[in-house]
């Protein structure tokens, strides 16, 4: 930081040779936010984490977040029974179905998973997510009705996705 700093002062800048590919890729990212607006955004990640829980409860599992006001819009860890391995499920995603699920981490290692549902996410992708989950929670052996958790998801989302105001 103190080189940053010490340039910045002369005029100059840059220390070292500027990473441009991430400067590109951060205008990128802010003209999204912009383009949405970031109420928006923010009220697009509540749908999303709400429409998450709801599909978890429907499969029969629990969020691994103990109290309501500490769900999290950006990401769910969904608790999975004592007889399945929770780091199986991640695997069989990415190795099967090409999705991308978190590991628990730490004291939660085996026993959870993770949904992101941050980020240039909508709700078609998030349903797609869902399915996939569903599809590899029957393969490690967990009794979970296909097209439960995407259907409960869709209710909620149905009911609650506003209108693309670009669109209106």
Known sequence: MENYLKFYKLGTYWPYTPSIQLLYGL????DLLFEEGL????????????????AVEAWGLKNCTQKEEWVSDTVTAVLVPPYIDSTEIVRRAWKRYNLSLGLGLNKIAGKVFRIGHLGNL??????GCLAGVEMVLRDVGYPVKLGSGVAAASAYLQNNIPLIPSRV
């Open 27 to 30: 205008r990128a990212a802010l």
């Open 122 to 127: 909508n709700e078609l992708q998030l349903l």
């Open 39 to 54: 109420d928006n955004v923010i009220a697009r990640h509540s749908r999303l984490g709400k429409a998450t829980r709801h």
